[in-house]
Protein backbone atom coordinates (compact mmCIF):
# COMPACT_ATOMS: atom_id res chain seq x y z
CA UNK A 1 0.00 0.00 0.00
CA UNK A 2 1.21 3.59 -0.74
CA UNK A 3 1.98 5.89 2.06
CA UNK A 4 -0.62 8.31 2.80
CA UNK A 5 -3.04 7.10 0.53
CA UNK A 6 -6.78 8.84 1.32
CA UNK A 7 -9.32 6.19 0.63
CA UNK A 8 -13.18 6.76 0.68
CA UNK A 9 -15.25 3.94 2.12
CA UNK A 10 -18.68 4.61 0.92
CA UNK A 11 -21.50 4.56 3.26
CA UNK A 12 -24.59 3.25 0.78
CA UNK A 13 -25.80 0.62 2.84
CA UNK A 14 -25.16 -1.81 6.11
CA UNK A 15 -24.14 -4.83 4.52
CA UNK A 16 -21.98 -4.11 1.46
CA UNK A 17 -21.63 -7.72 -0.54
CA UNK A 18 -19.33 -6.24 -2.72
CA UNK A 19 -15.87 -4.86 -1.30
CA UNK A 20 -13.23 -3.49 -4.05
CA UNK A 21 -10.23 -2.03 -3.27
CA UNK A 22 -7.41 -1.06 -5.91
CA UNK A 23 -4.19 0.08 -6.59
CA UNK A 24 -2.37 0.62 -9.32
CA UNK A 25 0.47 3.18 -10.90
CA UNK A 26 0.79 3.59 -14.81
CA UNK A 27 2.95 6.62 -14.45
CA UNK A 28 0.95 9.41 -15.71
CA UNK A 29 -2.02 7.52 -14.16
CA UNK A 30 -3.07 6.29 -11.07
CA UNK A 31 -5.73 4.11 -9.43
CA UNK A 32 -6.73 4.13 -5.79
CA UNK A 33 -9.97 3.29 -4.73
CA UNK A 34 -11.61 1.68 -1.92
CA UNK A 35 -15.70 1.24 -2.32
CA UNK A 36 -18.47 -0.47 -0.78
CA UNK A 37 -21.18 -1.49 -2.94
CA UNK A 38 -24.80 -2.85 -2.43
CA UNK A 39 -25.70 -5.93 -3.95
CA UNK A 40 -28.37 -4.55 -5.75
CA UNK A 41 -29.77 -1.69 -7.82
CA UNK A 42 -27.89 -0.26 -10.42
CA UNK A 43 -24.42 1.90 -9.22
CA UNK A 44 -23.02 3.84 -12.03
CA UNK A 45 -19.45 4.79 -11.74
CA UNK A 46 -19.54 8.40 -13.00
CA UNK A 47 -16.68 10.39 -14.65
CA UNK A 48 -14.76 12.13 -16.92
CA UNK A 49 -12.98 10.46 -19.43
CA UNK A 50 -9.15 9.37 -18.29
CA UNK A 51 -11.06 9.00 -14.68
CA UNK A 52 -9.91 5.70 -14.01
CA UNK A 53 -13.75 4.18 -14.31
CA UNK A 54 -13.10 1.50 -17.29
CA UNK A 55 -10.13 0.73 -15.86
CA UNK A 56 -11.80 -0.13 -11.95
CA UNK A 57 -14.55 -1.78 -14.12
CA UNK A 58 -11.89 -3.73 -15.65
CA UNK A 59 -10.29 -4.63 -13.09
CA UNK A 60 -13.31 -6.08 -11.17
CA UNK A 61 -14.01 -8.03 -13.78
CA UNK A 62 -10.25 -9.91 -13.76
CA UNK A 63 -9.27 -8.72 -17.46
CA UNK A 64 -6.51 -6.57 -15.63
CA UNK A 65 -4.59 -6.46 -12.47
CA UNK A 66 -3.83 -4.63 -9.75
CA UNK A 67 -0.75 -4.67 -8.30
CA UNK A 68 -2.46 -4.18 -4.47
CA UNK A 69 -6.06 -5.21 -5.15
CA UNK A 70 -8.71 -6.86 -2.82
CA UNK A 71 -12.17 -7.92 -4.23
CA UNK A 72 -14.80 -9.82 -2.78
CA UNK A 73 -18.33 -10.58 -3.77
CA UNK A 74 -21.57 -11.90 -2.16
CA UNK A 75 -18.42 -13.43 0.19
CA UNK A 76 -16.27 -14.42 -2.20
CA UNK A 77 -13.02 -13.33 -2.53
CA UNK A 78 -12.15 -12.62 -6.13
CA UNK A 79 -8.72 -11.28 -5.60
CA UNK A 80 -6.39 -10.63 -2.60
CA UNK A 81 -2.73 -9.47 -3.67
CA UNK A 82 -1.26 -10.20 -0.14
CA UNK A 83 -2.27 -13.50 -0.37
CA UNK A 84 -1.39 -14.02 -4.30
CA UNK A 85 -4.89 -14.74 -4.53
CA UNK A 86 -5.88 -13.37 -8.50
CA UNK A 87 -9.08 -15.63 -9.81
CA UNK A 88 -9.07 -15.06 -13.47
CA UNK A 89 -11.75 -13.85 -15.76
CA UNK A 90 -13.40 -16.49 -16.71
CA UNK A 91 -13.55 -18.50 -13.69
CA UNK A 92 -15.61 -14.76 -11.90
CA UNK A 93 -18.93 -14.82 -12.06
CA UNK A 94 -19.75 -11.69 -13.48
CA UNK A 95 -21.49 -10.39 -16.58
CA UNK A 96 -19.36 -8.23 -19.06
CA UNK A 97 -21.43 -5.89 -21.53
CA UNK A 98 -18.41 -4.19 -23.96
CA UNK A 99 -18.64 -0.51 -25.17
CA UNK A 100 -18.81 -2.41 -28.91
CA UNK A 101 -21.08 -5.09 -28.35
CA UNK A 102 -18.11 -8.01 -29.33
CA UNK A 103 -20.41 -10.54 -30.53
CA UNK A 104 -18.14 -13.16 -32.13
CA UNK A 105 -18.66 -12.56 -35.71
CA UNK A 106 -18.20 -16.33 -36.47
CA UNK A 107 -21.51 -17.38 -34.78
CA UNK A 108 -25.04 -16.07 -34.81
CA UNK A 109 -26.91 -14.63 -32.16
CA UNK A 110 -27.80 -18.14 -30.97
CA UNK A 111 -24.51 -19.24 -31.29
CA UNK A 112 -23.61 -16.14 -28.90
CA UNK A 113 -26.03 -16.54 -26.53
CA UNK A 114 -25.48 -19.79 -26.40
CA UNK A 115 -21.52 -19.35 -25.86
CA UNK A 116 -21.38 -19.07 -22.43
CA UNK A 117 -23.87 -21.28 -20.90
CA UNK A 118 -22.02 -24.61 -22.49
CA UNK A 119 -19.72 -23.42 -20.58
CA UNK A 120 -21.15 -23.03 -16.91
CA UNK A 121 -21.89 -26.04 -14.45
CA UNK A 122 -25.13 -27.96 -15.42
CA UNK A 123 -26.02 -27.43 -11.65
CA UNK A 124 -25.99 -23.52 -11.69
CA UNK A 125 -29.20 -22.37 -11.98
CA UNK A 126 -28.81 -20.87 -15.58
CA UNK A 127 -31.30 -18.03 -16.11
CA UNK A 128 -34.99 -18.14 -18.07
CA UNK A 129 -33.51 -17.20 -21.75
CA UNK A 130 -36.70 -16.85 -22.88
CA UNK A 131 -37.43 -14.41 -20.84
CA UNK A 132 -34.58 -11.87 -21.14
CA UNK A 133 -35.01 -12.72 -24.92
CA UNK A 134 -38.75 -11.27 -24.34
CA UNK A 135 -37.52 -8.22 -22.46
CA UNK A 136 -35.21 -6.82 -25.07
CA UNK A 137 -37.44 -8.15 -27.75
CA UNK A 138 -34.79 -10.08 -29.36
CA UNK A 139 -36.47 -13.48 -30.14
CA UNK A 140 -37.02 -13.06 -33.75
CA UNK A 141 -32.98 -12.82 -34.06
CA UNK A 142 -31.85 -15.77 -33.34
CA UNK A 143 -30.67 -16.92 -36.24
CA UNK A 144 -29.04 -13.75 -37.65
CA UNK A 145 -25.47 -13.35 -37.91
CA UNK A 146 -23.95 -10.60 -35.76
CA UNK A 147 -22.63 -8.48 -39.11
CA UNK A 148 -26.77 -8.84 -39.92
CA UNK A 149 -27.61 -6.32 -36.66
CA UNK A 150 -27.97 -2.72 -36.32
CA UNK A 151 -26.05 -1.37 -33.97
CA UNK A 152 -28.70 -1.46 -31.00
CA UNK A 153 -29.70 -5.17 -31.71
CA UNK A 154 -26.59 -5.86 -30.97
CA UNK A 155 -26.13 -4.29 -27.93
CA UNK A 156 -29.50 -5.86 -26.84
CA UNK A 157 -28.01 -9.02 -27.80
CA UNK A 158 -24.90 -8.25 -25.82
CA UNK A 159 -26.79 -7.52 -23.07
CA UNK A 160 -28.56 -11.13 -23.13
CA UNK A 161 -25.07 -13.15 -23.59
CA UNK A 162 -24.23 -11.17 -20.33
CA UNK A 163 -27.44 -11.98 -18.16
CA UNK A 164 -27.95 -15.47 -19.90
CA UNK A 165 -25.12 -16.35 -17.32
CA UNK A 166 -27.34 -15.80 -14.47
CA UNK A 167 -24.55 -14.04 -13.00
CA UNK A 168 -23.85 -12.58 -9.57
CA UNK A 169 -23.15 -9.11 -10.99
CA UNK A 170 -23.54 -7.22 -14.23
CA UNK A 171 -20.54 -5.05 -15.47
CA UNK A 172 -20.98 -2.71 -18.13
CA UNK A 173 -18.84 -0.27 -19.64
CA UNK A 174 -20.36 2.47 -21.43
CA UNK A 175 -22.78 0.37 -23.31
CA UNK A 176 -24.44 3.28 -25.27
CA UNK A 177 -21.66 5.12 -26.17
CA UNK A 178 -21.80 4.04 -30.02
CA UNK A 179 -25.60 4.17 -30.22
CA UNK A 180 -26.94 7.38 -31.63
CA UNK A 181 -29.57 9.33 -29.29
CA UNK A 182 -32.85 7.21 -30.26
CA UNK A 183 -31.18 3.93 -30.03
CA UNK A 184 -30.05 4.93 -26.56
CA UNK A 185 -33.78 6.29 -25.60
CA UNK A 186 -34.44 2.57 -27.01
CA UNK A 187 -32.23 0.46 -24.83
CA UNK A 188 -32.13 2.48 -21.54
CA UNK A 189 -35.58 1.30 -20.42
CA UNK A 190 -34.83 -2.51 -20.76
CA UNK A 191 -31.97 -1.93 -18.50
CA UNK A 192 -33.93 -0.67 -15.56
CA UNK A 193 -36.52 -2.83 -16.18
CA UNK A 194 -33.97 -6.06 -16.32
CA UNK A 195 -32.42 -5.03 -13.12
CA UNK A 196 -35.63 -4.78 -11.55
CA UNK A 197 -36.82 -7.98 -12.88
CA UNK A 198 -33.58 -10.35 -12.56
CA UNK A 199 -31.87 -8.18 -9.05
CA UNK A 200 -28.67 -8.21 -10.20
CA UNK A 201 -26.68 -5.97 -9.18
CA UNK A 202 -25.43 -3.71 -11.74
CA UNK A 203 -21.75 -1.87 -11.97
CA UNK A 204 -22.37 0.81 -15.09
CA UNK A 205 -19.84 2.77 -16.52
CA UNK A 206 -20.79 6.24 -18.01
CA UNK A 207 -19.66 9.59 -18.86
CA UNK A 208 -22.97 10.39 -19.56
CA UNK A 209 -25.47 12.46 -16.95
CA UNK A 210 -28.32 11.66 -19.28
CA UNK A 211 -27.39 8.15 -18.49
CA UNK A 212 -26.49 8.47 -14.93
CA UNK A 213 -29.76 10.23 -13.88
CA UNK A 214 -32.31 7.87 -15.46
CA UNK A 215 -30.36 4.73 -14.28
CA UNK A 216 -28.61 5.23 -10.98
CA UNK A 217 -29.55 4.08 -7.81
CA UNK A 218 -25.88 4.72 -6.17
CA UNK A 219 -23.33 7.19 -7.81
CA UNK A 220 -20.04 6.83 -7.48
CA UNK A 221 -18.02 9.71 -8.84
CA UNK A 222 -14.75 9.31 -10.12
CA UNK A 223 -11.98 11.64 -10.71
CA UNK A 224 -8.23 11.11 -11.58
CA UNK A 225 -8.50 7.69 -10.34
CA UNK A 226 -9.78 8.27 -7.01
CA UNK A 227 -13.47 8.59 -5.48
CA UNK A 228 -14.34 11.77 -5.37
CA UNK A 229 -17.61 11.19 -3.87
CA UNK A 230 -20.78 8.02 -3.46
CA UNK A 231 -23.89 7.27 -2.16
CA UNK A 232 -27.65 7.56 -3.34
CA UNK A 233 -28.06 9.62 -7.08
CA UNK A 234 -29.75 12.66 -5.51
CA UNK A 235 -27.08 13.53 -2.48
CA UNK A 236 -24.18 12.43 -3.81
CA UNK A 237 -25.14 14.61 -7.36
CA UNK A 238 -26.00 17.73 -4.92
CA UNK A 239 -22.95 17.64 -3.48
CA UNK A 240 -21.08 21.23 -4.30
CA UNK A 241 -17.89 20.00 -4.01
CA UNK A 242 -17.36 17.60 -6.57
CA UNK A 243 -15.89 18.23 -9.75
CA UNK A 244 -19.32 17.04 -11.82
CA UNK A 245 -20.47 19.76 -9.78
CA UNK A 246 -18.63 22.58 -11.26
CA UNK A 247 -19.33 21.61 -14.72
CA UNK A 248 -21.36 23.84 -17.01
CA UNK A 249 -24.23 21.08 -17.62
CA UNK A 250 -24.27 19.99 -13.53
CA UNK A 251 -27.64 19.26 -12.40
CA UNK A 252 -29.63 17.34 -9.67
CA UNK A 253 -32.24 14.86 -10.23
CA UNK A 254 -34.88 14.59 -7.66
CA UNK A 255 -37.35 11.75 -7.29
CA UNK A 256 -40.78 12.52 -7.14
CA UNK A 257 -44.54 11.19 -8.02
CA UNK A 258 -47.13 12.51 -9.93
CA UNK A 259 -49.89 14.20 -7.48
CA UNK A 260 -51.98 16.19 -9.98
CA UNK A 261 -52.63 18.17 -13.38
CA UNK A 262 -53.69 21.39 -14.33
CA UNK A 263 -55.45 20.44 -17.64
CA UNK A 264 -56.37 24.02 -18.33
CA UNK A 265 -52.95 25.67 -17.97
CA UNK A 266 -51.31 22.38 -19.42
CA UNK A 267 -49.33 21.67 -16.32
CA UNK A 268 -48.61 18.69 -13.97
CA UNK A 269 -48.01 18.95 -10.23
CA UNK A 270 -44.96 16.54 -9.06
CA UNK A 271 -44.71 15.84 -4.82
CA UNK A 272 -41.69 15.29 -3.12
CA UNK A 273 -41.04 15.33 0.73
CA UNK A 274 -41.21 18.88 1.92
CA UNK A 275 -42.96 20.66 -1.71
CA UNK A 276 -44.73 20.41 -5.07
CA UNK A 277 -43.09 20.92 -8.56
CA UNK A 278 -44.95 22.18 -11.20
CA UNK A 279 -43.99 20.71 -14.51
CA UNK A 280 -45.23 20.80 -18.05
CA UNK A 281 -48.68 18.34 -18.49
CA UNK A 282 -47.30 14.83 -18.68
CA UNK A 283 -49.69 12.19 -19.76
CA UNK A 284 -48.70 10.40 -16.05
CA UNK A 285 -51.18 8.61 -14.22
CA UNK A 286 -51.45 10.46 -10.36
CA UNK A 287 -49.20 8.45 -8.28
CA UNK A 288 -46.66 7.85 -11.31
CA UNK A 289 -42.85 7.71 -9.78
CA UNK A 290 -40.75 10.23 -12.23
CA UNK A 291 -37.16 11.65 -12.21
CA UNK A 292 -36.87 15.30 -12.93
CA UNK A 293 -33.48 16.67 -13.55
CA UNK A 294 -33.06 20.40 -12.93
CA UNK A 295 -29.81 22.01 -14.39
CA UNK A 296 -27.76 23.94 -11.94
CA UNK A 297 -27.91 27.06 -13.89
CA UNK A 298 -31.33 27.10 -14.11
CA UNK A 299 -31.68 27.65 -10.74
CA UNK A 300 -31.84 31.32 -8.65
CA UNK A 301 -31.66 32.06 -5.10
CA UNK A 302 -33.76 34.81 -3.62
CA UNK A 303 -33.41 35.67 0.35
CA UNK A 304 -37.48 36.26 0.32
CA UNK A 305 -39.92 35.12 -1.37
CA UNK A 306 -40.69 37.24 -4.23
CA UNK A 307 -44.08 38.59 -4.38
CA UNK A 308 -44.73 38.79 -7.80
CA UNK A 309 -42.29 36.32 -10.74
CA UNK A 310 -43.01 34.77 -13.25
CA UNK A 311 -41.46 31.52 -12.30
CA UNK A 312 -43.73 28.81 -10.77
CA UNK A 313 -41.25 27.10 -8.93
CA UNK A 314 -39.99 28.99 -5.83
CA UNK A 315 -39.44 26.93 -3.14
CA UNK A 316 -38.07 27.43 0.57
CA UNK A 317 -34.49 25.88 0.76
CA UNK A 318 -31.20 25.51 3.11
CA UNK A 319 -27.91 26.50 1.83
CA UNK A 320 -25.97 23.36 2.82
CA UNK A 321 -22.61 24.02 1.15
CA UNK A 322 -20.29 26.53 -1.22
CA UNK A 323 -18.12 25.77 -3.49
CA UNK A 324 -15.76 27.75 -4.91
CA UNK A 325 -13.59 25.91 -7.38
CA UNK A 326 -14.10 28.18 -10.47
CA UNK A 327 -12.85 31.92 -11.15
CA UNK A 328 -16.16 33.96 -10.77
CA UNK A 329 -18.53 30.83 -10.12
CA UNK A 330 -20.19 30.01 -7.10
CA UNK A 331 -21.57 26.27 -6.93
CA UNK A 332 -24.25 26.42 -3.81
CA UNK A 333 -25.67 22.98 -1.89
CA UNK A 334 -29.43 23.47 -1.33
CA UNK A 335 -31.63 21.11 0.62
CA UNK A 336 -35.14 21.47 -0.58
CA UNK A 337 -37.58 19.47 1.48
CA UNK A 338 -35.45 15.62 1.42
CA UNK A 339 -34.38 16.70 -1.97
CA UNK A 340 -30.60 18.00 -2.73
CA UNK A 341 -30.03 20.94 -5.12
CA UNK A 342 -27.52 22.48 -6.79
CA UNK A 343 -27.52 26.36 -7.98
CA UNK A 344 -24.57 27.76 -10.26
CA UNK A 345 -24.40 31.91 -9.80
CA UNK A 346 -21.55 34.34 -9.95
CA UNK A 347 -19.14 34.73 -7.27
CA UNK A 348 -20.47 38.48 -6.81
CA UNK A 349 -24.46 37.30 -6.23
CA UNK A 350 -23.24 35.02 -3.80
CA UNK A 351 -21.15 37.61 -1.96
CA UNK A 352 -24.10 40.04 -2.65
CA UNK A 353 -26.58 37.93 -0.93
CA UNK A 354 -23.85 36.86 1.93
CA UNK A 355 -24.86 33.49 1.15
CA UNK A 356 -23.68 30.62 4.32
CA UNK A 357 -24.23 27.48 5.52
CA UNK A 358 -26.91 26.78 7.33
CA UNK A 359 -28.86 29.89 6.03
CA UNK A 360 -32.43 29.69 4.94
CA UNK A 361 -33.27 31.01 1.58
CA UNK A 362 -36.01 30.96 -1.62
CA UNK A 363 -34.81 28.96 -4.95
CA UNK A 364 -36.41 29.63 -8.24
CA UNK A 365 -36.47 26.89 -10.71
CA UNK A 366 -36.53 28.09 -14.40
CA UNK A 367 -36.41 24.67 -16.11
CA UNK A 368 -37.15 20.92 -15.28
CA UNK A 369 -36.56 18.18 -17.80
CA UNK A 370 -38.37 14.49 -17.05
CA UNK A 371 -35.56 11.68 -17.38
CA UNK A 372 -38.03 8.79 -17.15
CA UNK B 1 6.00 -35.68 -72.68
CA UNK B 2 6.09 -36.65 -69.24
CA UNK B 3 7.89 -39.34 -68.48
CA UNK B 4 7.36 -42.15 -66.33
CA UNK B 5 10.26 -40.67 -64.13
CA UNK B 6 8.64 -37.22 -64.52
CA UNK B 7 5.74 -38.50 -63.09
CA UNK B 8 7.65 -40.67 -60.12
CA UNK B 9 9.29 -37.31 -59.40
CA UNK B 10 5.46 -35.45 -59.47
CA UNK B 11 4.09 -37.65 -56.80
CA UNK B 12 7.18 -37.31 -54.83
CA UNK B 13 6.94 -33.88 -54.82
CA UNK B 14 2.81 -33.55 -53.77
CA UNK B 15 3.97 -36.46 -51.00
CA UNK B 16 6.86 -33.86 -49.58
CA UNK B 17 5.02 -30.74 -50.13
CA UNK B 18 1.69 -32.33 -47.95
CA UNK B 19 3.59 -34.20 -44.99
CA UNK B 20 6.11 -30.96 -44.68
CA UNK B 21 2.91 -28.57 -44.75
CA UNK B 22 0.77 -31.01 -42.20
CA UNK B 23 3.86 -30.90 -39.50
CA UNK B 24 4.31 -26.97 -40.39
CA UNK B 25 0.69 -26.63 -39.19
CA UNK B 26 1.01 -28.64 -36.39
CA UNK B 27 4.27 -26.60 -35.41
CA UNK B 28 3.73 -23.24 -36.76
CA UNK B 29 -0.04 -22.62 -35.41
CA UNK B 30 1.49 -22.60 -31.24
CA UNK B 31 4.81 -21.11 -32.69
CA UNK B 32 2.50 -18.07 -34.26
CA UNK B 33 0.05 -18.38 -31.14
CA UNK B 34 3.22 -17.34 -29.00
CA UNK B 35 4.85 -14.72 -31.11
CA UNK B 36 1.36 -12.89 -30.99
CA UNK B 37 0.66 -13.00 -27.45
CA UNK B 38 3.94 -13.39 -25.79
CA UNK B 39 5.72 -10.23 -24.07
CA UNK B 40 9.00 -11.59 -23.36
CA UNK B 41 11.90 -10.69 -24.31
CA UNK B 42 12.57 -13.53 -26.73
CA UNK B 43 10.06 -12.66 -29.17
CA UNK B 44 12.31 -10.81 -31.30
CA UNK B 45 15.33 -13.57 -31.60
CA UNK B 46 12.02 -16.38 -32.06
CA UNK B 47 10.67 -13.89 -34.78
CA UNK B 48 14.37 -13.38 -36.63
CA UNK B 49 15.24 -17.27 -36.39
CA UNK B 50 11.64 -18.07 -38.10
CA UNK B 51 12.28 -15.98 -40.74
CA UNK B 52 15.49 -16.57 -41.69
CA UNK B 53 15.22 -18.98 -44.64
CA UNK B 54 13.43 -15.77 -46.67
CA UNK B 55 16.78 -14.22 -46.63
CA UNK B 56 19.20 -16.86 -46.43
CA UNK B 57 20.60 -18.56 -49.69
CA UNK B 58 19.18 -21.63 -49.74
CA UNK B 59 22.45 -23.60 -49.93
CA UNK B 60 23.35 -22.36 -46.33
CA UNK B 61 20.35 -23.76 -44.96
CA UNK B 62 20.83 -27.03 -46.57
CA UNK B 63 24.71 -27.34 -45.83
CA UNK B 64 24.23 -26.69 -41.73
CA UNK B 65 21.07 -29.10 -42.20
CA UNK B 66 23.29 -31.39 -44.20
CA UNK B 67 26.20 -30.73 -40.58
CA UNK B 68 23.94 -31.21 -37.95
CA UNK B 69 22.19 -34.45 -39.44
CA UNK B 70 24.68 -36.24 -40.88
CA UNK B 71 26.71 -38.65 -38.87
CA UNK B 72 28.78 -36.13 -36.78
CA UNK B 73 26.10 -34.22 -35.96
CA UNK B 74 23.85 -33.33 -32.77
CA UNK B 75 20.86 -34.19 -34.60
CA UNK B 76 22.80 -37.32 -36.42
CA UNK B 77 23.45 -38.64 -33.34
CA UNK B 78 20.36 -38.28 -31.97
CA UNK B 79 18.55 -40.44 -34.84
CA UNK B 80 21.26 -42.82 -34.37
CA UNK B 81 20.91 -43.51 -30.98
CA UNK B 82 16.87 -43.47 -31.83
CA UNK B 83 17.59 -46.12 -34.54
CA UNK B 84 16.03 -44.62 -37.39
CA UNK B 85 19.96 -43.81 -39.16
CA UNK B 86 21.12 -40.53 -40.52
CA UNK B 87 18.76 -38.33 -42.33
CA UNK B 88 20.32 -36.68 -45.20
CA UNK B 89 19.36 -38.53 -47.95
CA UNK B 90 16.20 -39.71 -47.21
CA UNK B 91 12.85 -39.01 -47.61
CA UNK B 92 12.38 -37.75 -43.86
CA UNK B 93 15.58 -35.73 -44.28
CA UNK B 94 13.68 -34.05 -46.90
CA UNK B 95 10.46 -33.73 -45.54
CA UNK B 96 12.19 -32.12 -41.97
CA UNK B 97 14.33 -29.71 -43.82
CA UNK B 98 11.45 -29.12 -46.27
CA UNK B 99 9.32 -27.65 -43.07
CA UNK B 100 12.48 -25.88 -41.64
CA UNK B 101 12.82 -23.81 -44.55
CA UNK B 102 9.17 -22.92 -45.88
CA UNK B 103 8.05 -22.56 -42.29
CA UNK B 104 8.14 -18.74 -42.20
CA UNK B 105 5.15 -18.98 -45.10
CA UNK B 106 3.22 -20.49 -42.58
CA UNK B 107 3.97 -19.08 -39.64
CA UNK B 108 3.33 -15.40 -40.56
CA UNK B 109 0.37 -15.72 -42.32
CA UNK B 110 -0.88 -16.80 -38.85
CA UNK B 111 0.85 -14.55 -36.96
CA UNK B 112 -0.97 -11.77 -39.46
CA UNK B 113 -4.10 -13.34 -38.78
CA UNK B 114 -3.77 -14.22 -35.20
CA UNK B 115 -3.27 -10.40 -34.33
CA UNK B 116 -5.83 -8.86 -36.74
CA UNK B 117 -8.45 -10.84 -34.18
CA UNK B 118 -7.41 -8.48 -31.56
CA UNK B 119 -7.82 -8.80 -27.78
CA UNK B 120 -11.68 -8.23 -27.53
CA UNK B 121 -12.93 -10.91 -28.51
CA UNK B 122 -10.43 -13.12 -26.06
CA UNK B 123 -11.90 -10.64 -23.44
CA UNK B 124 -15.32 -11.35 -23.85
CA UNK B 125 -14.93 -15.38 -24.52
CA UNK B 126 -13.27 -14.83 -20.29
CA UNK B 127 -16.27 -12.89 -19.38
CA UNK B 128 -18.19 -15.91 -20.88
CA UNK B 129 -16.15 -18.59 -18.73
CA UNK B 130 -13.78 -19.77 -21.74
CA UNK B 131 -10.74 -20.69 -20.69
CA UNK B 132 -7.82 -19.61 -22.41
CA UNK B 133 -7.25 -22.83 -24.25
CA UNK B 134 -10.72 -23.35 -24.79
CA UNK B 135 -10.83 -19.54 -26.19
CA UNK B 136 -8.42 -20.53 -28.28
CA UNK B 137 -10.00 -23.23 -30.46
CA UNK B 138 -13.69 -22.03 -30.06
CA UNK B 139 -13.09 -18.27 -30.87
CA UNK B 140 -9.40 -17.67 -32.25
CA UNK B 141 -8.95 -20.75 -34.67
CA UNK B 142 -12.37 -20.10 -36.53
CA UNK B 143 -11.55 -16.47 -36.63
CA UNK B 144 -8.18 -16.99 -38.15
CA UNK B 145 -9.56 -19.62 -41.10
CA UNK B 146 -8.43 -17.11 -44.18
CA UNK B 147 -5.17 -17.15 -42.38
CA UNK B 148 -5.02 -20.99 -42.21
CA UNK B 149 -5.75 -21.13 -45.84
CA UNK B 150 -3.22 -18.78 -47.19
CA UNK B 151 -0.98 -20.47 -44.15
CA UNK B 152 -1.67 -23.74 -46.05
CA UNK B 153 -1.78 -22.96 -49.76
CA UNK B 154 1.70 -21.00 -49.53
CA UNK B 155 3.54 -23.41 -47.22
CA UNK B 156 2.53 -25.90 -50.04
CA UNK B 157 3.08 -23.87 -52.97
CA UNK B 158 6.97 -22.66 -51.63
CA UNK B 159 7.88 -26.37 -50.67
CA UNK B 160 6.91 -27.49 -54.13
CA UNK B 161 9.07 -24.84 -55.66
CA UNK B 162 12.03 -25.33 -53.53
CA UNK B 163 15.29 -26.60 -54.85
CA UNK B 164 19.00 -25.72 -53.38
CA UNK B 165 17.82 -27.20 -49.62
CA UNK B 166 16.81 -29.86 -51.47
CA UNK B 167 19.61 -31.05 -53.67
CA UNK B 168 21.53 -30.49 -50.63
CA UNK B 169 19.95 -32.49 -48.55
CA UNK B 170 17.87 -34.63 -50.37
CA UNK B 171 20.56 -35.27 -53.08
CA UNK B 172 18.94 -36.43 -57.04
CA UNK B 173 18.15 -40.03 -55.40
CA UNK B 174 14.99 -41.56 -58.24
CA UNK B 175 12.27 -42.34 -55.61
CA UNK B 176 13.30 -41.01 -52.94
CA UNK B 177 14.28 -37.61 -53.04
CA UNK B 178 14.07 -36.53 -56.46
CA UNK B 179 11.59 -33.88 -56.69
CA UNK B 180 10.09 -32.11 -59.38
CA UNK B 181 12.87 -28.86 -59.29
CA UNK B 182 15.50 -31.39 -58.97
CA UNK B 183 14.08 -33.07 -62.48
CA UNK B 184 13.88 -29.82 -64.44
CA UNK B 185 17.43 -29.30 -63.50
CA UNK B 186 18.50 -33.18 -64.87
CA UNK B 187 16.45 -32.48 -67.60
CA UNK B 188 18.21 -29.06 -68.58
CA UNK B 189 21.85 -30.47 -67.77
CA UNK B 190 20.88 -33.51 -70.20
CA UNK B 191 19.65 -30.88 -72.41
CA UNK B 192 15.99 -32.34 -73.25
CA UNK B 193 15.07 -29.64 -73.21
CA UNK B 194 11.55 -30.51 -74.32
CA UNK B 195 10.66 -32.61 -71.17
CA UNK B 196 12.16 -29.39 -69.33
CA UNK B 197 8.99 -27.35 -70.87
CA UNK B 198 6.83 -29.69 -70.02
CA UNK B 199 7.86 -29.87 -66.08
CA UNK B 200 8.70 -26.35 -65.93
CA UNK B 201 5.52 -24.94 -67.97
CA UNK B 202 3.11 -27.07 -65.31
CA UNK B 203 5.17 -25.77 -62.54
CA UNK B 204 4.81 -22.14 -63.74
CA UNK B 205 1.05 -22.83 -64.28
CA UNK B 206 0.49 -24.61 -60.58
CA UNK B 207 2.42 -21.57 -58.95
CA UNK B 208 0.40 -18.71 -61.04
CA UNK B 209 -2.45 -20.50 -60.09
CA UNK B 210 -2.30 -21.13 -56.49
CA UNK B 211 -1.10 -17.24 -56.45
CA UNK B 212 -4.44 -16.27 -58.32
CA UNK B 213 -6.65 -17.90 -55.95
CA UNK B 214 -4.95 -16.47 -52.97
CA UNK B 215 -5.29 -12.85 -54.48
CA UNK B 216 -8.81 -13.58 -55.50
CA UNK B 217 -10.66 -16.05 -52.94
CA UNK B 218 -8.67 -15.51 -49.96
CA UNK B 219 -8.28 -12.39 -50.46
CA UNK B 220 -4.50 -10.28 -49.82
CA UNK B 221 -5.30 -10.64 -46.12
CA UNK B 222 -2.09 -12.15 -45.18
CA UNK B 223 0.28 -12.47 -48.20
CA UNK B 224 3.83 -12.03 -46.82
CA UNK B 225 7.06 -11.26 -48.70
Same mark, same amino acid.
Given at each position: MKAGAKTRICP @??? @? %?PISARFQLDYGEFQLDVDLNLPGSGITVLFGHSGSGKTTLLRCIAGLQRAPHAYLEVNGNIWEDSRRKLFLPAYQRSLGYVFQEA %? #???? #??VAGNLQYGLKRIAKSAASADLQHILELLGIEHLLERMPDKLSGGERQRVAIARALALNPEILLMDEPLASLDFKRKQEILPFISQLQRELNIPVLYVTHSRQEAGQLADQLVILSAGRVQACGPLPETLGRSDTQLAQDMDAASVWQVRVSGHEAEYYLTRVAFNGGVLVLPLLDAAIGTPLRVQILARDVSIVLKSP $? $???? #?NVLPATVTGISEQTPGQSVIGLQVGDQPLLAHITRKSAALLGLWPGMAVYVQIKGTSILN | MITQADLETLLLTFKVASLATVFMLLLGTPLAWWLTITRSSWKGGVNALVALPLVLPPSVLGFYLLVLMGPAGPVGKFTIWLGVGTLPFTFAGLVVASVLYSLPFVVQPLQTAFAAIGQKPLEAAATLRASPLDTFFSVVLPLAKPGFLTATILGFAHTVGEFGVVLMVGGNIPDKTRVVSVQIYNHVEALEYREAHWLAGGLLLFSFAVLLILYTVVKPQAVTR
Open positions: @IEM @I %N %N #LFPH #LS $A $ATSI #L | -
